[in-house]
């Protein structure tokens, strides 16, 4: 069984940043594609950020220039930093993962449990 868990969401100020992290632990041989999600309330879940094993990088355009999407293969954990947040960013952020298992080196789709971030003076 794979694992993704999330930390380091919070309330933060319009302007301010924050950083979340996401690590993945259980019975991986590798992982391909990690991304960030979100959902604000009322709204349909959105794709915030994605990045494959070799770096490559992908931003929704609301986020482009403000948020930073990294990994750590080691340690098998994807990152968000958020700048210059405003409350638009406000949501529950998710991390994804493509996993493959060592079980049967089948790819599998696992997701975090959520983190809320809210941007409010």
């Known amino acids: 069984q794979v694992r993704l868990v999330e930390s380091g969401g919070g309330l933060v100020q319009p302007g301010g940043s924050l950083g979340l992290s996401c690590a993945a632990s259980?019975?991986?041989?590798?992982?391909?594609?990690m991304r960030w999600y979100r959902q604000a309330p009322g709204k349909q879940r959105e794709l915030v950020a994605e990045?494959?094993?070799?770096?490559?990088?992908n931003y929704a355009n609301p986020v482009k220039g403000r948020f930073t999407i990294s990994r750590d293969n080691g340690k098998n954990t994807v990152y968000l930093q958020m700048n210059s947040l405003n409350p638009d960013d406000t949501a529950v952020y998710y991390c994804?993962?493509?996993?493959?298992?060592?079980?049967?080196?089948?790819?599998?789709?696992?997701w975090g449990q959520g983190t809320q971030i809210t941007v409010s003076s």
């Open positions: 259980g019975s991986i041989f590798t992982i391909s594609a």
């Open positions: 990045i494959l094993r070799d770096g490559s990088t």
């Open positions: 994804y993962a493509d996993v493959a298992s060592t079980r049967d080196l089948n790819y599998r789709t696992y």
